[in-house]
C-alpha cells in the first residue's frame, strides 16, 4: 500500500513540482497518473521510487516511511520497486540478459539462478530469442519491453513506469500495455505516470490526475 | 553469507574483467606502478645486502683482547671463563707463540723478529660479538677492559659507527623514496579509476537507480585498484630480481678482487608478497579515495 499525505517537492530555484498532494494505492491497483506535459507526473513517480525525496509531506510505502527514512536504508527500498523510464536507460556496452541480470547481480542471487530467472523474464516480454542482442539492435518496442523485463525480474511488489509508451507507436504501445495489465493480472501493484488516454479506455484504471503539482 | 560471498566474486570477477579488456592501458599502468615500486624495493634489498657485506667483511664488528704481557695461563683460563659466562657470540685464543709466527711469516718480518731479545707479543682473543650494533659492541668493549690483566681492548668503532650512521641515512632516503612514489600508486590509481566511474557513469545511474547500495557500486573499484596495485607489486619483484641477477656476476668478481666472496641475496617469497601486498594496499586507498570523491556528483 502507497499513502501520501500533503506531498510537496520544490527544487533548488523554488519551482514546486509537486503541491501538496494527498492519495492512497492499495495494494494489487493499477493507477495512472495523467495530466498534462509538466503537471508533476514524473515528479510523483521520482518520490513514490525514492530517487528524489520530498520537500514537505509523507510517503509510505508498505508501512515504511519513505520521507524519514535514512540515505543508506534507500537503496533496499528501491528493490521493491520494477522502474520503467521512457528513456528505458538500457546499458549498450552489453546483452540483452546481461541488462536483464543486474537488478538480481544487486541483489546478490547466485549467476547461474540469476540466468534462469532473466531469461524467464526475457520470456514474459517476448524476448527470450533476443537474450544474446545488444539493446542498440533493438526496436524501439523491444527495448520498452526489455527495460520492463529488467523492472520486474526481481518480482517487485510495485511497478512503477514513466510514460512507457512516450516514444512508441500505437502497436508497439498498446503491447506495452499489455503486458503492464498482466502484470496487475497477477496481483503486481502498477503505478503508471503517463499522457496516453488510451489507457482508461481499455483498463479502467484509477486516474490520479495532476495540473500544476496538485491532485484534481 | 552466500549472498555476501556472491557479490565479492561478482566484484572480483568483474574487477579482473575490466583489467583484462584494456591490456594495453592495464600494461601501461602497470609498468607506472611497477617503476614506482622498483625503486624504494631495489633499494631496500641493496641496503640488506650492503649491511650483509658490512657484517662479513674481516675484521669489522670484532672486538679485539689484548693481555698483559705477564699474563700467566691462569689469567687466561680466567678471560675464558668470563667469555663464556658472557656468552657475547664467537671467540677465538691466539697464543703469542702463533701471533708471532704469524709475524714471522709476514713479508719482510722474519729478519726483525728474530732479532728480538724475547716475543714482544701479548696472548689475544678475538671476540665476534653476536649483537653487532655500535652501541652494545661499545658496552661490551667497555665491560672487558674492566677484566683483570687486561691491557687493550681494541674495536674499530668509528668505522662501525661510521658504517651504521650510512645504513640509517640510506634508510631514511629509502623511507622518504618510499612515501613518495607510494603518493605516486596512490595517484596513477586515483586517476585511473577516476576515468573508469567517468566511463561507467551510465550503469552507475541505473543501478543506484534499480537498488544497488554504494558499497555494490564501490567494490568493484576497489578491487580494481586493489588488482592493479597487486600485480604492479609483483612486476615490481621481477624488476628487482631481475636487476640483482644481473648484477650478480660483477659483484661476486669484485668481492673476489678483494679476496673475499659475496653473493647478492634475492628477495625472498615473503617479501614478494609484503610487496604484493603494499601494492594492494596502496591501490586500494587510491581507488576509496577517487571513489568517493568521483560518485559525490551521483548523490
Known amino acids: ?216 | 553469507m552466500n549472498t555476501w560471498l556472491s557479490l565479492h566474486r561478482a566484484a572480483f570477477a568483474s574487477a579482473f574483467r575490466r583489467l583484462w579488456a584494456t591490456p594495453l592501458n592495464t600494461l601501461l599502468s602497470l609498468l607506472v606502478i611497477g617503476i614506482a615500486l622498483t625503486l624504494p624495493a631495489f633499494g631496500y634489498i641493496a641496503l640488506d645486502n650492503l649491511r650483509a657485506l658490512g657484517s662479513n667483511a674481516s675484521g669489522v664488528q670484532q672486538i679485539s683482547l689484548f693481555m698483559n704481557l705477564d699474563a700467566s695461563k691462569k689469567d687466561v683460563g680466567e678471560i675464558e671463563n668470563r667469555l663464556r659466562q658472557a656468552a657475547n657470540g664467537k671467540w677465538r685464543f691466539v697464543p703469542k707463540e702463533e701471533a708471532l709466527k704469524r709475524m714471522q711469516a709476514s713479508e719482510g718480518m722474519a729478519e726483525i723478529v728474530a732479532s728480538l731479545p724475547r716475543n714482544p707479543l701479548p696472548d689475544a682473543f678475538i671476540v665476534d660479538p653476536a649483537n653487532t650494533e655500535p652501541e652494545a659492541l661499545e658496552i661490551l668493549r667497555k665491560e672487558i677492559a674492566g677484566w683483570p690483566k687486561v691491557a687493550h681492548v681494541q674495536l674499530d668503532s668509528a668505522w662501525v659507527k661510521r658504517f651504521d650512521a650510512f645504513l640509517r641515512l640510506g634508510k631514511l632516503a629509502l623511507w622518504m623514496l618510499a612515501g613518495l612514489f607510494g603518493a605516486g600508486l596512490v595517484a596513477v590509481t586515483f586517476n585511473t579509476i577516476r576515468l573508469q566511474v567517468m566511463a561507467q557513469s551510465a550503469e552507475i545511474e541505473v543501478a543506484r537507480m534499480i537498488g544497488a547500495t554504494d558499497a555494490f557500486i564501490r567494490r568493484p573499484f576497489y578491487y580494481f585498484g586493489a588488482l592493479q596495485g597487486a600485480f604492479g607489486g609483483l612486476l615490481a619483484a621481477a624488476l628487482v630480481v631481475g636487476a640483482l641477477r644481473m648484477l650478480a656476476g660483477p659483484v661476486g668478481e669484485l668481492a673476489a678482487l678483494y679476496g673475499g666472496t659475496f653473493s647478492l641475496r634475492l628477495p625472498g617469497i615473503v617479501e614478494v608478497v609484503l610487496l604484493a601486498g603494499l601494492g594492494a594496499l596502496l591501490g586500494w586507498v587510491g581507488a576509496q579515495l577517487s571513489v568517493s570523491l568521483s560518485l559525490r556528483k551521483f548523490d
Do not use: C
Not at chain 1, 530517487?51 to 519513505?66: A, C, H, K, Y
Not at chain 1, 523510464?85 to 543486474?102: G, H, M, P, T, Y
Not at chain 1, 513506469?161 to 507507436?169: C, K, M
Open chain 1, 1 to 216: 500500500m502507497i499513502v501520501a499525505s500533503n506531498l510537496t517537492k520544490r527544487y533548488p530555484g523554488g519551482f514546486e513540482a509537486v503541491k501538496d498532494v494527498s492519495f492512497e494505492i492499495v495494494a494489487g491497483q493499477m493507477v495512472l497518473i495523467t495530466g498534462h506535459s509538466g503537471a508533476g507526473k514524473t515528479t510523483l513517480v521520482k518520490l513514490i521510487s525514492t530517487i528524489e525525496r520530498p520537500t514537505s509531506g509523507s510517503l509510505v510505502v508498505n508501512g515504511q516511511n519513505l520521507s524519514a527514512m535514512r540515505r543508506s536504508a534507500i537503496p533496499h527500498v528501491r528493490r521493491h520497486f520494477g522502474l520503467v523510464f521512457q528513456d528505458q536507460k538500457l546499458l549498450f556496452d552489453r546483452s540483452a540478459l546481461e541488462n536483464v541480470l543486474l537488478p538480481l547481480q544487486i541483489a546478490g542471487l547466485p549467476r547461474r539462478e540469476a540466468i534462469r530467472r532473466g531469461q524467464a523474464a526475457l520470456d514474459k516480454v517476448g524476448l527470450l530469442l533476443r537474450e544474446k542482442a545488444n539493446p542498440i539492435a533493438l526496436s524501439g518496442g523491444e527495448q520498452q519491453r526489455l527495460a520492463i523485463a529488467r523492472a520486474v525480474v526481481n518480482r517487485p511488489t510495485v511497478l512503477l513506469a514513466d510514460e512507457p509508451t512516450g516514444n512508441l507507436d500505437a502497436e508497439s504501445g498498446a503491447a506495452i500495455l499489455d503486458i503492464f495489465a498482466d502484470f496487475h493480472r497477477v496481483g503486481v501493484t502498477v503505478v503508471v505516470a503517463t499522457h496516453d488516454q488510451s489507457w482508461i479506455e481499455r483498463y479502467h484504471p484509477n486516474v490520479l490526475r495532476l495540473d500544476h503539482g496538485r491532485l484534481l
